[in-house]
């Protein structure tokens, strides 16, 4: 049974099927990675499934129910947590504030009268020390650098204990240390039976790391495997070279 | 001497609506013009109460704050879909709107002509009718609305206002209703804002349509984009400042014909001056 | 590779750097007139971060651009003067000016409103498709006229070298063709140098007479368009197969 799954998922713009009747299943304990060249419509799918935009047809089920609920509260409480290629944090607060958002009550009334406690602050720990940020915990988040903000995105998704995480482009402009940690923060997600999904240009990264793997292109899915089978299929090879 | 005590009323009341606006917009980022109105609900409810019904003073304030809070919450659900720049022209016309029945519900608010004889507080038997007296009233419940804001800011409510603020949608992706978040801050505000118009009816004595326009909206609003958004401190200090700075032009030696306007320019002035080189303001934490 | 045509326009040595991230390492390219070459590699390659440079969009930590093979510092509004223009990537017209206001603006460093006239004439001479359109709204134009309408937008200052930045993106690959098509034609006319900034590497090696292929910031081949094929190097950039590895 997948925690994600697509039946003929559609999603338009101005006629123009940028989502063209996608079957995608994510499976929990494996990494998938979603490739394909620019505009086959990766990003876009990611941004349907997690309610960022509305879909135009199809069904998204989640753990076998038909996800009803679309926009982005509902969608995180359905298990599903995301990233974005630019990473969107909260700048003028700090490293720290970032986490500890996300670990807090939900609930209005709830939170009125929490303090965070030394649990959360411990939690907030053992996610920032992994990523290497506990240091930084009290700098704005704007001062920190590139590979920082990407990590603190990173945690903070992680942060949230999904049940399916969409990572969309995670290791693009990073170092090969930050590249490290990022992966095996990925690896202990799958490890820990989560589904990851990695939109992914690198296809070193994605052959390193990803269980299966689905090729878009144009908005459909154009082939499916294990990365080092589809990265050999002609079809792939035209979709990235052109014809 | 009294002059002093007069400031110092003052800022007492503008603290509070420096407080209360600060954690509409300085801690959740809603822009709103809107407070003059909920201030005004406020004023004129317990004023109401106390010269038509010789209602106790708390009491009268308690029914002002809610009924100020009521009238937020049902506007809250109209203009939070409104997003940006709409949200503002939403609260510039919930001001409007507000001053317009002042003005003109006259068989209630007997319009231009205002409420007089608003007696003070009177509490355990003491009227306070020495403006010191007052003094001792109005800073006792800027501490309490102090120490409001304080507890919603070091709150989990208060970081996810901050969130809020900066990006609603990936706030909402962390799995946050967020439009609950928003009414329940606009609400609050507009609460507090409600308990400072009490206080300024029943120190004044009179009240009028003319004290809650959208040019006493704009004032509150410097007063805290002056001392900074984001902080308690700053939405305090900020009126202090502005309202010893408006003051204080009154000694600066103008002639008589044209002291009004030279402290308004020079009010102005100072404003430009301050968004040029120091946007954040004196104690802020947050830039638009 | 220069023969004796004298180099038109170069980038040598250049690093780019955004908030912590090396966009491009030491990238020398370079086209001599006359020639289509292209910049192809797959995404976050650096390959537009290499055009913006060329043009001054972008800053550069280090290297330098030379024109006519002196040195010069490229400021954007006074490329077109100097004869280059750049066409930026999605079709960005001016949605809600008509198709030959859209043209007039590529001609604001003309000194003289004939030349903007008999310059605009002489692009419409390439996009027919365009005349009976001249007073319509950019903005309803398909994804395929803005295309050309952009290019053509760019040929109104008469430049000596064009530069193109993904102009298939978001295109049907029939489009495509008929873009590529369109550039080499106006190559061969009026013998008009172009960098293509391109991630769909077989249809701008069709018109390409030389080609960069980038990778991850360096340029890791510079070739004649021809010898791409069959080398396995496009494979190896794109899709990391072969028995280079990481």
Same mark, same amino acid.
């Given at each position: 049974?997948?925690?994600?799954?697509?039946?003929?998922? /559609?999603?338009?713009?101005?006629?123009?099927?940028?989502?063209?009747?996608?079957?995608?299943?994510?499976?929990?304990?494996?990494?998938?990675?979603?490739?394909?060249?620019?505009?086959?419509?990766?990003?876009?799918?990611?941004?349907?499934?997690?309610?960022?935009?509305?879909?135009?047809?199809?069904?998204?089920? /989640?753990?076998?129910?038909?996800?009803?609920?679309?926009?982005?509260?509902?969608?995180?409480?359905?298990?599903?947590?995301?990233?974005?290629?630019?990473?969107?944090?909260?700048?003028?607060?700090?490293?720290?504030?970032?986490?500890?958002?996300?670990?807090?009550?939900?609930?209005?009334?709830?939170?009125?009268?929490?303090?965070?406690?030394?649990?959360?602050?411990?939690?907030?720990?053992?996610?920032?020390?992994?990523?290497?940020?506990?240091?930084?915990?009290?700098?704005?988040?704007?001062?920190?650098?590139?590979?920082?903000?990407?990590?603190?995105?990173?945690?903070?998704?992680?942060?949230?204990?999904?049940?399916?995480?969409?990572?969309?482009?995670?290791?693009?402009?990073?170092?090969?240390?930050?590249?490290?940690?990022?992966?095996?923060?990925?690896?202990?997600?799958?490890?820990?039976?989560?589904?990851?999904?990695?939109?992914?240009?690198?296809?070193?990264?994605?052959?390193?790391?990803?269980?299966?793997?689905? /090729?878009?292109?144009?908005?459909?899915?154009?082939?499916?495997?294990?990365?080092?089978?589809?990265?050999?299929?002609?079809?792939?090879?035209?979709?990235?070279?052109?014809? | 001497?009294?002059?002093?005590?007069?400031?110092?009323?003052?800022?007492?009341?503008?603290?509070?609506?420096?407080?209360?606006?600060?954690?509409?917009?300085?801690?959740?980022?809603?822009?709103?013009?809107?407070?003059?109105?909920?201030?005004?609900?406020?004023?004129?409810?317990?004023?109401?109460?106390?010269?038509?019904? *010789?209602?106790?003073?708390?009491?009268?304030?308690?029914?002002?704050?809610?009924?100020?809070?009521?009238?937020?919450?049902?506007?809250? *659900?109209?203009?939070?879909?409104?997003? *940006?720049?709409?949200?503002?022209?939403?609260?510039?016309?919930?001001?409007?709107?507000?001053?317009?029945?002042?003005?003109?519900?006259?068989?209630?608010?007997?319009?231009?002509?205002?409420?007089?004889?608003?007696?003070?507080?009177?509490?355990?038997?003491?009227?306070?009718?020495?403006?010191?007296?007052?003094?001792?009233?109005?800073?006792?419940?800027?501490?309490?609305?102090?120490?409001?804001?304080?507890?919603?800011?070091?709150?989990?409510?208060?970081?996810?206002?901050?969130?809020?603020?900066?990006?609603?949608?990936?706030?909402?992706? %962390?799995?946050?209703?967020?439009?609950?978040?928003?009414?329940?801050?606009?609400?609050?505000?507009?609460?507090?804002?409600?308990?400072?118009?009490?206080?300024?009816?029943?120190?004044?004595?009179?009240?009028?349509?003319?004290?809650?326009?959208?040019?006493?909206?704009? %004032?509150?609003?410097?007063?805290?984009?002056?001392?900074?958004?984001?902080?308690?401190?700053?939405?305090?200090?900020?009126?202090?400042?502005?309202?010893?700075?408006?003051?204080?032009?009154?000694?600066? *030696?103008?002639?008589?014909?044209?002291?009004?306007?030279?402290?308004?320019?020079?009010?102005?002035?100072?404003?430009?001056?301050?968004?040029?080189?120091?946007?954040?303001?004196?104690?802020?934490? %947050?830039?638009? | 590779?220069?023969?004796?045509?004298? &180099?038109?326009?170069?980038?040598?040595? +250049?690093?780019?750097?955004?908030?912590?991230?090396? +966009?491009?390492?030491?990238?020398?390219?370079?086209?001599?007139?006359?020639?289509?070459? +292209?910049?192809?590699?797959?995404?976050?390659?650096? !390959?537009?971060?290499?055009?913006?440079?060329?043009?001054? &969009?972008? #800053?550069?930590?280090?290297?330098?651009?030379?024109?006519?093979?002196?040195?010069?510092? #490229?400021?954007?509004?006074?490329?077109?003067?100097?004869?280059?223009?750049?066409?930026?990537?999605?079709?960005?017209?001016?949605?809600?000016?008509?198709?030959?206001?859209?043209?007039?603006?590529?001609?604001?460093?003309?000194?003289?409103?004939?030349?903007?006239?008999?310059?605009?004439?002489?692009?419409?001479?390439?996009? #027919?498709?365009?005349?009976? !359109?001249?007073?319509?709204?950019?903005?309803?134009?398909?994804?395929?006229?803005?295309?050309?309408?952009?290019?053509?937008?760019?040929?109104?200052?008469?430049?000596?070298?064009?530069?193109?930045?993904?102009?298939?993106?978001?295109?049907?690959? @029939?489009?495509?063709?008929?873009?590529?098509?369109?550039?080499?034609?106006?190559?061969?006319?009026? @013998?008009?140098?172009?960098? &293509?900034?391109?991630?769909?590497?077989?249809?701008?090696?069709?018109?390409?007479?030389?080609?960069?292929?980038?990778?991850?910031?360096?340029?890791?081949?510079?070739?004649? +368009?021809?010898?791409?094929?069959?080398?396995?190097?496009?494979?190896?950039?794109?899709?990391?197969?072969?028995?280079?590895?990481?």
């Amino acid at each position: 049974m997948p925690i994600l799954s697509t039946q003929k998922l /559609v999603k338009s713009f101005g006629g123009v099927h940028a989502v063209d009747h996608v079957d995608l299943a994510f499976h929990g304990g494996k990494i998938t990675a979603l490739v394909g060249p620019n505009g086959s419509g990766k990003t876009t799918f990611i941004n349907t499934v997690t309610g960022i935009l509305p879909m135009d047809g199809g069904e998204i089920h /989640v753990g076998g129910v038909v996800m009803r609920r679309m926009n982005p509260a509902d969608v995180a409480a359905y298990g599903i947590t995301r990233t974005f290629q630019n990473a969107r944090l909260i700048q003028q607060i700090s490293v720290l504030d970032n986490i500890l958002v996300v670990l807090t009550e939900r609930n209005v009334w709830g939170a009125l009268f929490e303090r965070h406690t030394a649990l959360h602050l411990e939690k907030a720990g053992n996610i920032l020390k992994k990523v290497g940020l506990w240091e930084k915990r009290n700098e704005n988040a704007e001062n920190l650098s590139y590979g920082q903000r990407k990590l603190l995105e990173i945690a903070r998704a992680v942060s949230m204990r999904a049940n399916i995480y969409l990572f969309d482009e995670p290791f693009a402009g990073l170092f090969p240390e930050t590249i490290e940690v990022i992966s095996d923060i990925l690896r202990t997600l799958r490890d820990k039976a989560a589904s990851v999904v990695l939109v992914e240009h690198n296809m070193n990264l994605v052959r390193e790391l990803a269980d299966y793997c689905y /090729v878009l292109d144009g908005g459909k899915v154009i082939a499916e495997g294990t990365p080092d089978y589809v990265l050999k299929q002609p079809q792939v090879i035209e979709a990235y070279l052109g014809k | 001497m009294e002059y002093l005590i007069h400031i110092a009323v003052l800022v007492c009341l503008y603290g509070i609506l420096g407080l209360s606006l600060n954690l509409v917009v300085g801690e959740t980022g809603l822009i709103s013009v809107a407070h003059a109105g909920f201030y005004g609900i406020g004023a004129y409810v317990t004023a109401l109460l106390l010269v038509g019904l *010789g209602m106790n003073f708390f009491l009268a304030m308690a029914l002002g704050i809610i009924a100020s809070g009521l009238v937020a919450l049902l506007i809250s *659900g109209v203009i939070s879909r409104l997003r *940006g720049v709409y949200f503002l022209f939403g609260t510039i016309g919930l001001n409007i709107i507000a001053w317009s029945i002042f003005l003109n519900w006259q068989s209630v608010t007997r319009g231009p002509l205002g409420i007089p004889s608003i007696p003070r507080p009177g509490i355990w038997g003491l009227d306070l009718y020495q403006n010191l007296q007052f003094l001792f009233l109005a800073a006792a419940s800027l501490a309490i609305v102090y120490f409001i804001s304080v507890f919603i800011k070091k709150s989990s409510f208060g970081r996810v206002l901050n969130s809020i603020r900066e990006d609603e949608e990936a706030t909402q992706i %962390f799995g946050y209703a967020t439009s609950y978040y928003k009414l329940a801050i606009f609400t609050i505000g507009a609460m507090l804002a409600a308990l400072a118009g009490a206080l300024f009816a029943t120190y004044i004595t009179y009240i009028d349509p003319s004290s809650f326009t959208i040019n006493e909206s704009i %004032f509150i609003f410097s007063t805290i984009v002056l001392g900074g958004l984001g902080s308690s401190r700053g939405a305090v200090l900020g009126p202090l400042l502005l309202v010893f700075l408006f003051e204080g032009f009154r000694f600066a *030696g103008f002639p008589s014909e044209i002291a009004a306007q030279m402290r308004m320019l020079a009010y102005g002035f100072a404003l430009v001056l301050l968004m040029l080189y120091r946007p954040k303001g004196i104690w802020g934490t %947050f830039r638009i | 590779m220069t023969g004796m045509n004298e &180099i038109l326009l170069a980038l040598q040595n +250049a690093s780019v750097q955004y908030g912590g991230v090396r +966009a491009l390492e030491n990238v020398t390219t370079q086209i001599d007139e006359g020639e289509i070459v +292209a910049l192809m590699g797959p995404n976050g390659a650096g !390959k537009s971060t290499a055009l913006k440079a060329l043009f001054g &969009i972008v #800053p550069m930590t280090e290297g330098r651009v030379l024109w006519h093979g002196k040195k010069i510092i #490229p400021v954007p509004y006074e490329m077109s003067a100097r004869g280059i223009t750049f066409v930026p990537q999605g079709r960005q017209v001016f949605k809600s000016l008509t198709v030959y206001e859209n043209l007039e603006l590529g001609g604001y460093s003309l000194p003289n409103r004939r030349d903007l006239k008999n310059n605009i004439e002489s692009v419409l001479q390439f996009f #027919p498709g365009l005349k009976p !359109k001249l007073g319509v709204k950019a903005g309803v134009l398909s994804g395929g006229q803005q295309q050309m309408l952009t290019i053509g937008r760019g040929l109104v200052a008469d430049p000596k070298v064009l530069l193109l930045d993904e102009p298939s993106l978001g295109l049907s690959p @029939k489009i495509v063709q008929e873009v590529f098509e369109k550039v080499r034609e106006i190559n061969l006319s009026r @013998k008009i140098a172009v960098v &293509i900034v391109e991630h769909s590497v077989k249809s701008v090696l069709s018109i390409a007479h030389r080609a960069y292929l980038m990778s991850h910031g360096k340029v890791i081949a510079s070739r004649n +368009a021809g010898e791409f094929e069959g080398s396995g190097e496009l494979e190896q950039a794109f899709l990391a197969s072969g028995t280079m590895r990481r």
